[in-house]
């Protein structure tokens, strides 16, 4: 059971390049989440997914687009990177929504020149 | 919009010493979950409380949800290197799937 994995585990890319973060979990979970991490910011959440097929815009979804064509797999694209989308990146999946534990992945480490 | 506040942002206490993290809502919850991040990690669920005026133990740890439910603690009781990290709460965002997050407080143990 591997869990929440994140490929990849860094990346740096210039201003304007586009790339796709790929989350996968093994544990059957319909929702899953991204979330990016800043110093001082905690946690905040990009889009969302609440099952195969699904996506939802979170608290600050703009420069980014989302795709869940498999239940297991959730996808964070950027199309146009910009130096304020530097950040750690995190995934996470729940079985359920509110009242259950958030699994996440260990992290993409992003950053844009 | 709904806010979740944590204090202190930063702690660095004694090895041995305890240390409290407080969280507090705008509004009132229906549960409240927390998470620990080791320095370089992700966050791992620590405890989920539900109830007004629950109280929790996991060993040293202590968590409380307020009567009122709008605010939550967690304290440790003489800590040790092994607690260094940040400690999130996290609250049910109003009417959606999400949680919010708290801030997190960044504690340091020094030996």
Not at chain 1, 84 to 111: E, H, I, M, N, W
Not at chain 2, 38 to 50: D, K
Request: glycine residues 10%; charged residues 15%.
């Amino acid at each position: 059971n591997a869990g929440v994995t994140q490929t990849p585990k860094f990346r740096v890319l210039k201003t304007g390049q586009s790339m796709t973060l790929l989350c996968a979990q093994d544990m059957n979970h319909e929702y899953m989440y991204w979330y990016r991490q800043d110093p001082g910011m905690g946690l905040r959440l990009i889009h969302y997914s609440v099952g195969e097929g699904t996506t939802a815009k979170g608290e600050v979804p703009d420069g980014y687009n989302v795709s869940r064509l498999k239940k297991q797999n959730f996808l964070l694209g950027l199309e146009s990177a910009a130096p304020s989308q530097t950040s750690v990146y995190f995934c996470a999946s729940s079985y359920k929504g509110r009242g259950d534990t958030q699994y996440f992945g260990p992290g993409t480490r992003l950053t844009v020149l | 919009g709904q806010q979740v506040m944590q204090i202190p942002q930063y702690q660095h206490v004694q090895e041995g010493e305890d240390f409290t993290t407080y969280c507090n809502s705008s509004t009132t919850l229906s549960n409240i979950q927390w998470y620990k991040q080791r320095p370089g990690g992700h966050p791992v669920f620590l405890i989920q409380l539900v109830k007004s005026g629950e109280v929790k133990k996991q060993k040293r740890l202590t968590f409380q949800f307020g009567e009122a439910k709008k605010n939550s603690s967690l304290h440790i009781t003489a800590t040790q290197t092994t607690d260094v990290g940040t400690y999130f709460c996290a609250a049910p965002g109003s009417g959606t799937y999400k949680y919010i997050f708290g801030t997190g407080t960044r504690l340091k143990v020094l030996a």
